[in-house]
């Protein structure tokens, strides 16, 4: 499942990133806008989530194994979607760089973004493949 997982994370950072060259696509204003309010929105819901748990009150938003739900299943499907909206910000963010010719100690920054949004996106495709594991 983890091999799985590594191999389903690069192979979703490679075609995003060739999209974005080939496609050619330009991150606006408004989709920047949108992709944090949503990632917040998640950050929110699931430390709200955690929260709960922690007092015994189980919404369901992320059961782990073959018992999990469509809800659990859904909010990581959305979590992956996000991740690779987050990792389309990123590429950008590298693009404008390069572009603008921006100072190369900079460039740490844009790796640290990278980085994260694809430990994220390893994190939910690990998720979701652990709930169509058969359980032990």
């Known amino acids: 499942i983890v091999m799985m997982a590594v191999l389903a994370t690069f192979v979703t950072a490679g075609a995003t990133l060739a999209v974005m060259k080939f496609a050619n696509i330009r991150v606006g204003a408004k989709?920047?806008?949108m992709v944090v309010i949503a990632?917040?929105?998640?950050?929110?819901?699931?430390?709200?989530?955690?929260?709960?748990?922690?007092?015994?009150?189980?919404?369901?938003?992320?059961?782990v194994g073959p018992d999990a739900g469509l809800l659990s299943i859904g909010i990581s499907?959305?979590?992956?979607?996000?991740a690779v909206f987050n990792?389309?910000?990123?590429?950008d963010a590298v693009r404008t760089g390069v572009e603008q010719q921006a100072p190369a100690r900079e460039s740490w920054r844009a790796a640290f973004g990278i980085t994260v949004t694809m430990v994220w996106l390893y994190v939910e495709?690990?998720?979701?493949?652990s709930y169509f594991m058969p359980s032990d």
């Open 31 to 33: 989709f920047k806008q």
């Open 87 to 91: 990792l389309v910000m990123d590429f």
């Open 125 to 129: 495709i690990l998720r979701i493949a």
């Open 39 to 63: 990632t917040l929105a998640l950050v929110g819901v699931m430390l709200l989530n955690l929260v709960l748990y922690l007092f015994g009150v189980d919404l369901g938003l992320r059961q």
């Open 77 to 82: 499907v959305l979590a992956v979607l996000l």
